[in-house]
């Protein structure tokens, strides 16, 4: 069977719990998880996971140096090596730049999923240093990645793709892969939709980007008319 290294860098939180179903998912492929840290948040006790550079924290000068350069450690290299691995799946662009060391130190093929924040926020928002000065360079370095002949890249729908390609992305290097479900767990309800009472369910995380004000805004607006 062959086997792909599934990186996050943390490994993992409770709102993604969609990579979790989809490794576990996994019948052709043997999947590892690899990351810089467990958070201790989704329980991951039946899944195979390899924590990179655990001799060299981050927050070590060492460690930011390796990090900064893409220098992937011989302890690393050797242990993932040991797994025997085909490729390397990547989840969100900002988690590639440090997955692509481990592909190039591998010679393996990476593949990246984009999911959302990683690609719709706009070029400036990160150039201004947002989110840190590290990721200040996310937008450039992206767009290299995306020039690797090894690197592909899948969406989670076909609006992403179309924002993928907005940001720079050759279209021929990005593919729409929808995140599945379980049929088992989650199966249309026997009576029509046209038979049920007209309830709204909003699933996601009470946060700004998710939009929830404008769902409030729009439910108020429909129960006055």
């Not at 943390?10 to 492929?29: C, G, H, N, T, Y």
Request: aromatic share 8%; glycine share 6%; charged share 25%.
């Amino acid at each position: 069977m062959k086997t792909v290294l599934v990186y996050r860098n943390d490994l993992l939180p409770l709102s993604e719990v969609f990579i979790k179903e989809q490794v576990m998912a996994l019948r052709d492929w043997r999947p590892v998880l690899v990351g810089r840290r467990v958070l201790d948040q989704l329980p991951l006790d039946d899944l195979d996971i390899r924590i990179v550079d655990q001799q060299q924290s981050a927050q070590t000068l060492i460690g930011k140096i390796r990090r900064a350069f893409g220098i992937v450690s011989t302890r690393t290299k050797r242990e993932l090596e040991a797994e025997n691995p085909q490729l390397v799946h990547a989840h969100f662009g900002t988690d590639a730049l440090d997955a692509w060391p481990i592909s190039r130190a591998l010679d393996l093929p990476m593949l990246v999923t984009l999911h959302g924040y990683d690609i719709n926020i706009r070029r400036q928002w990160w150039e201004e240093g947002n989110l840190g000065l590290r990721m200040r360079s996310y937008p450039r370095r992206l767009l290299q990645l995306a020039q690797q002949s090894r690197v592909t890249f899948t969406a989670v729908s076909h609006a992403l793709r179309r924002r993928a390609i907005e940001f720079g992305i050759p279209p021929q290097k990005i593919q729409v892969n929808y995140i599945g479900i379980d049929v088992r767990k989650f199966r249309p309800a026997e009576l029509p939709i046209a038979q049920r009472p007209p309830h709204v369910l909003f699933v996601g995380r009470l946060v700004e980007k998710k939009g929830c004000r404008y769902l409030i805004e729009a439910m108020s607006r429909l129960l006055r008319g």
